[in-house]
């Protein structure tokens, strides 16, 4: 076991890029924030030492608008796993603003992803904001990194529950 993780960055897991699109997407008109978190390398069955952005932590009471997205930055934990942010820009524009570039100062990358949000529309930046390459990985993200359900599986497992005389009450009887 090491004590100290390399802290080369490899790149971005393929699914957590999709995550970032889809999520600022679905986020529009309004701008989309989350912080970037990696695991090792090895961790993902990569034979060499760095780390991989794996996930996207969202802070509980995240503010957003068409043009800033607003952290409390009080919730934000004190993770090791932390590498940098993400945020949309709904106008587009892939060149991080001076608000952006004051928040650069954590982290060792960045990530902006303009409408409309497809493969071609992000970019990744350094801590001064200058354009770095970031490449995208197909590895397999562990499984406690998403939640592969949607609105629709809780409401069929609801009704089924109902049907069953089951569902949060039946604890009681």
């Known amino acids: 076991m090491r004590l100290f993780r390399s802290d080369e960055l490899l790149g971005i897991a ?17 701008e989309y924030m989350g912080f970037l ?10 034979d060499r030492d760095g780390q991989v952005i794996t996930d996207v932590l969202v802070i509980p009471g995240t503010e ?12 934000k934990p004190n993770d ?5 942010s993400v945020h949309s820009h709904p106008n587009g ?12 100062g954590q982290g060792k ?36 990194h998403f939640f592969d359900f949607t609105q629709e599986d809780i409401d069929a497992e609801i009704v089924e529950e109902s049907r069953d005389g089951g569902g949060f009450l039946s604890w009681f009887r």
């Open 93 to 104: 524009a892939l060149r991080p603003s001076a608000a952006d570039l004051a928040t650069f």
């Open 64 to 75: 957003s608008s068409p043009t800033s997205a607003s952290v409390r930055t009080h919730m």
């Open 37 to 46: 978190r990696a695991d090792d390398a090895r961790k993902l069955d990569i």
């Open 109 to 144: 990358v960045h990530i902006i992803v303009g409408a409309p949000y497809g493969w071609g529309d992000w970019r990744a930046f350094d801590n001064e904001g200058n354009r770095t390459t970031l490449d995208v990985l197909d590895v397999e993200v562990p499984d406690e």
């Open 14 to 30: 393929r699914e957590t890029m999709e995550f970032v699109l889809e999520a600022s997407e679905e986020t529009h008109p309004n």
């Open 80 to 84: 090791m796993r932390a590498v940098g």
